[in-house]
């Protein structure tokens, strides 16, 4: 009787879940969807675009000025055959120039302080000291020092560094869009029936209880159940799940979802802080900001190549010297192994790829709370599932029911069972209280109830102590299991116990998902093992592993056994994913190198694991391993090409084939540079066709 331990248990763990999750998210998110929009969405990227309009700015007004900067420069003049002097040409050059250097370049003087301050020293730091260099020695030659003058070098490079910088952040923009879609899901108001009245009310005033109306083709307010009507209900933005879902009475139903044809009444259960999409937006951003070991590896490497350069460029300065060359050109050959050394792409590599993947998960029905496992999953050799509603429908039926006690009736019995399972929402509960629903059998209140942990539930019932328990508690009790009792193998049988007597049994089936077959095949192929631990019978677990062609199952497993069943396949080397709901399976989804959590609508931000599937599909598994190894790789594709290119790059600046007639300019060294950026930023963009296979 899978996870049937606790789950009443369950639901108590997720209104506790829910309530510290609710003052977590309070905290971050506001009290209202839009105040928590606007907190978190809007703030963070309205800085960000008045950032990215103000590096725009700054680059044309510094352009603009770069053009007599040129024409006066004595070098540009001398190479395009043209003399352009007169009195004082010097210092409007000068003048120009300086504009550029203290408008244009105070971000990078800026950044180079913070850094500074921070004793972190990175890109900014490179920047700024090589237009720093470039533009006090060319100040001191216009004042009477012996020497050329590079303010074109100057310029041109502030311009490259600052549209580089601008194209990084449009970019970086770009990859939070899908998070300001899901923002913008909600709609700002709800048809509310007071009454015989609908009244419009805005969607901040919305309480939990009221209950509105949700007319065809119009976004859901809040997260809630039908109480009347039915409708197919596009969840594909929220889920990944392509296909409108047929919704009718008593059926959950997610804020920000667009109702199809048919009008459907909502009593509402989550507003603002609470509702699914706001969890789903603060664990966006949350994973987002979270840094995973390769991003650490990449900020590391930024740092040690700043190093680096800052070393390189006096070395490069010194050697020139040596060798007998003018200062001047040995400062130039310093300013461009400086120039070319910043580490622009490989800053930007990383979190570029984490941007986007996190958004892009969300959006197919991915929520990812831990980086480093999300990216290990492509270490993974064996995955353990839960069988009932991952591999299976979870939507039981009953087949079958039989009282094994003479003057007790089969409906009595059954309505007597139904009366323990009314408040939980565990499958096999559900397809209990089902079937007496259908039969219109009236259900008792039960009371003193109680989970007989790992093995069923318990209470009192007019006056009689009633249980639903596992075959696993008889064979335990010593209590005979009678026979023919398991028919179909496919089936999972439930005991009622009066007074600690056989009373009768439930036969319930669960039909195989249709995208098990596809899932278990596509993990065979990644030469992925699939195995399953199950609390159900030896036969049951027997009949669907043989039908999926599993390689293996764990029959009558408890939830606190499957840690044990995890610990052993990871002591035979296997790299370990375990999926589950997140609360009975808790202990083993900790122990998993990868745990998933899967669950659908409104409970899935109560749960615990590293990675969370919205649908309880298992192709959605295997789409996340693809995922992860796509991600993978495209961060390490980012990290090589810009280290690569800096390896490629620095010995030019630095003049090595000097002797060849091979020397690389400052302002050749920032258009690379740049390229580079744009290069890994078009790169990190392209993850969305994995998706779109």
Partial sequence: ????????????????????????????????????HDKHGSAGHDHHKMMIEDYKRRFYISLVLSVPVLALSPMIQQFFGFNLEFTGSLFVLF?????????????????????????????????????????????????????????????????????????????????????????????????????????????????????????????????????????????????????????????????????????????????????????VITLVQEAQKAKSKTQNLANRAAKWLTYIALSLGFLTLAVWLLLGFEFVYALERMVTVMVISCPHALGLAVPLVVANSTALSAQNGLLIRNRTAFENSRKISALLFDKTGTLTVGDFGVSRYKSETEGLANEEMLALAAALEQKSEHPIAMGIVNKVK?????????????????????????????????????????????????????????????????????????????????AVAAFKQEGIKV??????????????????????????????????????????????????????????LAQADVGVAVGSGTDVAAETADIILVNSNPQDIAKLIMFGKATYRKMIQNLIWATAYNAFAIPLAAGVLYSYGIVMGPAIGAVFMSLSTVIVAINAQLLKRQFAK
Avoid: C
């Avoid at 041109?156 to 990084?168: K, N, Q, R, S, Y």
């Fill in 1 to 36: 009787m899978e996870n049937h331990d606790h789950h009443q248990m369950m639901s108590r763990h997720k209104e506790e879940s829910h309530g510290q999750k609710g003052q977590q998210h309070g905290e971050h998110t506001g009290q209202a969807n839009h105040a928590g």
């Fill in 95 to 279: 003048g120009l120039a300086s504009v550029v250097f203290f408008y244009g370049g105070l971000p990078f003087l800026k950044g180079l302080k913070e850094e500074v301050m921070a004793r972190n020293p990175g890109m900014m730091t490179l920047i700024a000291v090589a237009i720093s260099v470039a533009y006090f020695y060319s100040s001191a030659v216009v004042f009477g020092l012996e020497g050329k003058m590079f303010f074109w070098e100057l310029v041109t490079l502030i311009d490259i560094m600052l549209l580089g910088h601008w194209v990084e952040m449009k970019s970086i923009l770009g990859a939070s869009k899908s998070l300001e879609l899901l923002v913008s899901m909600m709609p700002s108001t709800a048809h509310k029936i007071q009454g015989d009245a609908v009244l419009d009310i805005r969607i901040e005033d919305l309480q939990k209880g009221d209950i509105i109306l949700v007319k065809p083709g119009e976004k859901v307010p809040a997260d809630g159940v039908i109480v009347d009507g039915e409708s197919y209900v596009n969840e594909s933005m929220l889920t990944g799940e392509s296909k409108p879902v047929k919704k009718t009475a008593d059926d959950k139903i997610i804020g920000g979802s667009i109702n199809g044809n048919g009008a459907v009444k909502v009593k509402v259960e989550h507003t603002g802080k609470d509702s699914y999409l706001n969890k």
């Fill in 438 to 518: 259908e039969l219109n059998l009236p259900m008792a209140t039960a009371e003193d109830f109680k989970a007989i942990t790992g093995k069923g539930v318990e209470a009192v019932v007019k006056g009689k102590q009633v249980a639903v328990v596992s075959p696993g508690y008889l064979q335990e009790a010593k209590i005979t299991i009678p026979e023919n009792v398991f028919g179909n193998e496919a089936e999972t049988v439930v005991f009622v116990l009066i007074n600690d007597q056989l009373a009768g049994y439930i036969a319930l089936a669960d039909e195989i998902r249709e995208e098990s077959y596809a």
């Fill in 531 to 588: 195995l399953m631990a199950t609390g159900d019978n030896e036969k049951t677990a027997r009949a669907v592993s043989d039908k999926l062609g599993l390689d293996g199952y764990f029959a009558e497993v408890l939830p606190h056994q499957k840690v044990e069943v995890v610990k052993d396949l990871q002591d035979k080397g296997e790299f370990v994913a375990m999926t589950g709901d997140g609360i009975n399976d808790a202990p083993a």
